[in-house]
């Protein structure tokens, strides 16, 4: 029972990027800074070229047009845009104007600023990102606002639910390895139905240290094996066995480590479904995702969905704009 050797292919152990956002060829900084100086003066604001610049440049590209508008105008770009613009529109752009893990790490401020905590967005954002990107968060998170974040989310929450958070803000999960071990597989969807299904109760920590420690290949296999254990499988245990906001994390975290791509497709969905959609969601998960895996995600949409139906104003322009030339 010792390790069984079996190699994944390097597509699984090194994180696999699906953007639909790439380098623009022929990249010209200071002409697209001067197209954008003209948009933003003309008469009721030339929204569309905006658009259509931005939303087709990648993050370092807009800080190179950023530069060159500073240097053309001597005005700071973002502060002439959010003059300029206006409502979710405006969201979009200034978010477009930070790199995904300055985007996420102002996101998960924003979720525990001021009276109450946001618990959806906390969740969304600490459970779905991946080790690598977490570690850049935490460092950004210190930049930007000179406090650790494992600090600000444990004054924001309380018991498992904290701990759960914590565990995964620490980053100890294990990189992904080429060799398969069966033995410790078996071992932890053993663990896993012990902690849980299988006694009166739950073994919380025994739960939270597998999910946040282990591998996302080898819990992919450990959440296979755990239903010859268990008559239910990981996500109904989870909502037998816990409840609340412990039980959101854990049922968010086992989704994206199942199909992340998946899990961020029902999100838009239900989100895009909702009575007033809930536009603040929506542009969270295209602007974060659009040079991370947005292409998977829409495509796991189209396959579960269908084509989103919208309407279209500049808003909704700009998201489908970032969704790519076939959203």
């Known amino acids: 029972m010792a390790m069984v050797s079996e190699f994944l ?39 569309q070229t905006i658009i259509d610049i931005l939303t087709k440049r990648t993050y370092s590209q807009r800080r190179d047009i950023a530069f060159a508008y500073e240097r053309k105008t001597k005005k700071d770009m973002i502060s002439a845009l959010k003059g300029a613009l206006s409502g979710s529109l405006e969201s979009v752009i200034l978010g477009l104007m930070k790199s995904t893990a300055q985007f996420d790490a102002t996101e998960i401020k924003g979720s525990m600023k001021g009276l109450g905590t946001d618990e959806e967005t906390l969740i ?19 930049d930007l606002f000179k406090k650790e974040l494992h ?6 929450t309380s018991g498992n639910f904290a701990k759960l958070l914590l565990a995964l803000v620490q980053t100890k999960r294990d990189e992904p390895s ?20 299988k006694i009166k109760g739950t073994d919380v920590a025994t739960w ?21 254990y268990s008559p239910y499988d990981m996500q109904e245990s989870i909502v037998k066995e816990v409840k609340g906001d412990l039980q959101k994390s854990f049922l ?16 838009l969905n239900e989100a895009m479904k909702s009575s007033g959609a809930k536009e603040k969601i929506v542009t969270r998960i295209i602007v974060s995702r659009c040079e991370v895996d947005l292409q998977k995600i829409c495509s796991e949409f189209k396959s ?6 919208s309407d279209v104003g500049d808003y909704q322009k700009a998201l489908l704009s970032l969704c790519g030339p076939a959203a």
């Open 304 to 309: 579960a969905f269908g084509n989103a139906a």
């Open 9 to 47: 292919g390097q597509l699984s152990l090194n994180e696999v990027k699906y953007p639909t956002v790439v380098p623009a060829v022929n990249f010209d900084p200071d002409k697209d800074a001067a197209r954008i100086e003209t948009a933003i003066k003309t008469k009721g604001v030339d929204e």
């Open 178 to 197: 080429s060799v398969v071990d069966y033995g410790k597989i078996d071992e932890d969807a053993r663990a896993l139905y012990e902690a849980g299904v």
């Open 208 to 228: 939270i240290s597998i999910m946040s420690e282990r591998s996302v290949p080898h819990l992919q296999k450990v959440f296979q094996k755990y239903r010859s």
């Open 124 to 142: 969304e954002l600490l459970c779905s990102r991946s080790n690598s990107e977490l570690v850049q968060i935490k460092s950004v998170y210190k």
């Open 252 to 267: 968010v975290l086992v989704q994206c480590l199942e199909n992340k791509q998946l899990y961020f497709a029902k999100k």
């Open 151 to 156: 600090k600000d989310v444990a004054g924001d």
